[in-house]
């Protein structure tokens, strides 16, 4: 039973990786499209309160999709969830990356939030669910450095794509992170199943 609840250290840490990365580049996005709000303004003739919804609207829906994530986790598997935020956060960086409006730009963003919103607790949980207590600490110090260097690497990122490429490029580039994510993700993310939720729960 001990062993059970001890798996492989190696492929812990890589799972929680693959979640750190989808969750560091939900917080990247954020902050290396304000960069871009200056540019955004003119492309789509709108006014500044106007485009700060781009964050508003972001951080909204993150708060309203982080508590309600504790209830999916209780529901779901966590692998299922996993896919599912990989899936979302995907589908709203392709919009972005695409976008052709500031409607279709403000979706994308709310579609991100979304994915980003469903990664932070199951991170939080795959850790004190699954890690050994005397490895939970720096489990968890990996989700606080994640937090803390993605606001602070964010600028700097949307500063040089704004210098060489246009804002379009802050969406590309996540494109391959986020395959990176899926596959290290589907291979080591634990499954976690709590009373009361899908049948055939696994120990």
Request: positive net charge; proline residues 5%.
């Amino acid at each position: 039973m001990e062993s059970a609840k001890r798996p492989a250290g190696a492929k812990l840490v890589i799972a929680v990786v693959a979640l750190a990365i989808l969750t560091f580049l939900g917080i990247l996005s954020e902050t290396s499209l304000n960069i871009a709000y200056s540019t955004l303004m003119r492309e789509f003739a709108v006014s500044a309160s106007v485009v700060q919804w781009l964050t508003t609207g972001y951080l909204l829906l993150l708060s309203v999709a982080i508590p309600v994530s504790p209830f999916m986790v209780r529901r779901f598997a966590t692998k299922a969830l996993f896919v599912v935020a990989v899936a979302i956060f995907t589908l709203g960086t392709l919009i972005g990356a695409f976008a052709v409006n500031f409607p279709m730009l403000l979706a994308a963003r709310l579609v991100m939030a979304l994915g980003t919103g469903i990664s932070l607790p199951l991170i939080t949980n795959i850790i004190l669910e699954k890690a050994p207590l005397e490895r939970r600490g720096t489990m968890l110090g990996i989700v606080s450095l994640v937090t803390c260097a993605a606001p602070a690497i964010g600028p700097v990122f949307g500063g040089l794509v704004m210098e060489w490429l246009n804002w379009h490029w802050i969406f590309y580039t996540m494109l391959p992170f986020l395959v990176i994510s899926l596959v290290l993700g589907m291979a080591t993310v634990p499954e976690i199943r709590h009373a009361g939720g899908s049948k055939g729960a696994g120990a």
